[in-house]
């Protein structure tokens, strides 16, 4: 064969080799990018089911707690105003006593006003149509009523609006820490102070109870309820920091992104 001709031979040789090897490696770049691709929407899926699983666990907590704070509401206060009116009435004889009548006239007052206190309650837990603000002040006041705590509430002027199933969840974990505060903090004060911007909403959560050891967290089976707070949060991004001391309360501070709401 003429050298000529050899060479081109191994020139063509050389050059389907290389062709052969380019076109494997792309057909390998585009396999791997579709399988990153597939397993991201196949991630996404779930965190969208995981998602919905959590709103839908947390609108069902909300209603059993509204409902056992009707019960007890009902229990402890309304059934006790009317037991007193039946006993003032069971005890007027045939000629009424004044200020019998008087007493059960303001029994009958305070029962009507503990009701449509508690029917502005049961509307204001429909976190929808008020807001994460509005349901967290009123939380704080149904606190204040019962003279055991002292609270305060603070929020920026220009808050972030969240998405709406953000705020369902985000109450939900505000509820948790509250609930542990009046568990285990033996605290009178609790403070909430939120501050927002477009890119950041910020829920400080702070009592001046007994604190604790904040290095008992990273242990097994502590965390005093904080570890379904943060498996919370990680579904609506946000971000839980922890800050305790022995003897001088706990800070619990929420970090959402609102532009991260579109879960």
Do not use: W
């Not at 389907?16 to 585009?30: D, K, R, Y």
């Amino acid at each position: 064969m003429p050298k000529q001709q050899e060479d081109i031979l191994i020139t063509i040789v050389v050059a389907s080799v290389f062709f052969i090897l380019i076109g494997s490696f792309v057909l390998l770049i585009v396999f791997v990018f579709l399988r990153r691709q597939r397993r991201n929407k196949a991630e996404k899926e779930e965190m969208k089911n995981r998602f919905k699983q959590t709103l839908l666990q947390t609108q069902l907590e909300i209603q059993e707690q509204a409902l056992a704070y009707i019960s007890q509401e009902i229990h402890d206060n309304i059934g006790q105003i009317l037991s007193l009116v039946r006993l003032n009435l069971n005890t007027i004889g045939q000629v009424a006593d004044e200020s019998k009548l008087n007493s059960t006239d303001e029994l009958l007052g305070k029962a009507i006003r503990d009701l449509r206190d508690l029917s502005h309650n049961l509307q204001n837990n429909r976190i929808h149509d008020i807001g994460i603000v509005e349901s967290t002040r009123q939380l704080l006041l149904s606190l204040e009523k019962t003279g055991r705590y002292k609270t305060f509430f603070r929020t920026s002027d220009d808050f972030h609006i969240l998405d709406q199933n953000m705020d369902i969840i985000l109450f939900r974990m505000i509820q948790e820490i509250v609930n542990n505060i009046l568990k285990h903090a033996a605290a009178d004060e609790i403070r909430v102070d939120i501050t927002s911007d477009a890119s950041l909403t910020t829920f400080c959560i702070k009592d001046n109870g007994v604190g604790f050891d904040t290095t008992a967290l990273t242990k097994e089976r502590t965390g005093i309820g904080l570890q379904n707070i943060v498996n919370r949060a990680k579904l609506i991004d946000a971000t839980v920091e922890v800050k305790s001391e022995i003897g001088a309360g706990t800070t619990i501070t929420l970090h959402i992104k609102p532009q991260l709401s579109e879960i």
